[in-house]
């Protein structure tokens, strides 16, 4: 098969290797689509891979084109996604159902050879299928709305209540659209693009808000009667977007971060004095899993594809490109603020 390659830092190369193979409990998935996550980005510019050669990518869908002995429930032409964990199953978080939180797991993509290819090998255990009506590009991004509904579940989110979205990247639509399905009474996105606060409210969102406004903070009380917001979501991992949320919370609030952070965070004595003020309740979300694995973000995820209540808009889709061009897809990279949004690799027939 051909596969996009890593060999060294900014090294990516579309050749020829070999396909695997279906061995007990596993599946082979054809790859129709695969999404560029915000992870691999450093894996391919940066130095950031565990090792050479890799193939990276772990957001696909596709067919499933072969099954292994002890698999059942599947069959070959199923369209499918995996989840790209491999929890050990063996320690105690993964006894407990918190597959995330294992710290012997393996991953798709980054420890074991990903969706940057014709072909993908995943455990059965973790195969999750789509409605053929699904698009395969809307389904490439079946991981990342896990990912943005376990940090719903992690916040503990009732309907009826305001929500406010920090970071209007893949991440936060997502959330800011499960937030709208499961009910939110208002939901209000944040961000510093006026093009992505606009895809926001097509998505079904309530309101976006452009942070650079002087006055984005009186703006974003005002859509809540100055009480501020039941949940607050942050998804850029940034240090003014975490402070961000402390202010727009509300008294007996919750506070998720979803967002991965790469340098320190830090607050003013004032800033982190909202907490105690405000007596808001602040959690962290890792990854999208859940008993039985991989969990009900999963399954939900296919549910809610299937009836139409996460709804799929082109401008989620930055740039869409062949396999073999996966390093022009990479090169945008390294000019700021010219990708707005997924890029999206694609197998032809």
């Given at each position: ?123 059965a255990a973790g195969v999750v299928t789509f409605d053929k009506s699904i698009p395969f590009e809307q389904a490439a991004f079946f991981e990342p709305y896990t990912i943005g509904l376990h940090g719903i579940r992690q916040a503990k989110m009732q309907p009826g209540k305001t929500v406010a ?185």
């Amino acid at each position: 098969m051909k596969a996009a390659v890593l060999h060294a830092n900014r090294d990516l190369r579309y050749e020829e290797i070999e396909k695997p193979k279906a061995g007990f409990g596993e599946v082979v998935i054809r790859v129709k689509a695969t999404g560029v996550c915000g992870s691999d980005i450093p894996r391919v510019l940066y130095d950031g891979a565990h090792f050479y050669p890799i193939v990276l990518g772990h957001e696909f869908a596709g067919i499933i084109d072969e099954i292994g002995e002890g698999v059942e429930g599947l069959n070959v032409g199923d369209y499918a996604t995996g989840a790209p964990l491999r929890p050990c199953m063996k320690c105690p978080d993964c006894a407990r159902g918190n597959y995330s939180l294992c710290k012997h797991y393996k991953f798709t993509g980054s420890s074991l050879f990903g969706s940057f290819a014709d072909y993908v090998k995943v455990p059965a255990a973790g195969v999750v299928t789509f409605d053929k009506s699904i698009p395969f590009e809307q389904a490439a991004f079946f991981e990342p709305y896990t990912i943005g509904l376990h940090g719903i579940r992690q916040a503990k989110m009732q309907p009826g209540k305001t929500v406010a979205v920090v970071g209007a990247g893949t991440i936060g639509m997502m959330t800011a659209q499960w937030c709208v399905a499961l009910g939110a009474r208002k939901v209000v996105v944040f961000d510093i693009a006026k093009e992505r606060l606009d895809l926001a409210i097509r998505l079904g969102c309530d309101a976006g808000i452009n942070t650079l406004d002087e006055d984005y903070k009186e703006q974003a009380m005002a859509l809540t009667d100055g009480v501020g917001y039941d949940y607050v979501y942050e998804t850029a991992g940034q240090n003014i977007t975490q402070r961000i949320c402390f202010e727009l919370a509300g008294n007996k609030s919750t506070v998720c971060f979803i967002g991965n952070s790469a340098k320190d965070v830090s607050f003013t004595a004032k800033q982190f004095e909202l907490m105690n003020r405000k007596e808001f309740y602040l959690t962290g979300s890792w990854m999208s899993y859940s008993a039985p694995f991989p969990g009900e973000e999963w399954r939900l995820t296919a549910e809610y594809f299937a009836n139409g209540k996460l709804k799929f808009d082109p401008g989620l889709i930055s740039g869409k490109f062949p396999m073999k061009d996966a390093w022009k897809a990479f090169e945008m990279y390294l000019t700021p603020g010219l990708v707005k949004g997924k890029q999206m690799l694609v197998n032809e027939d």
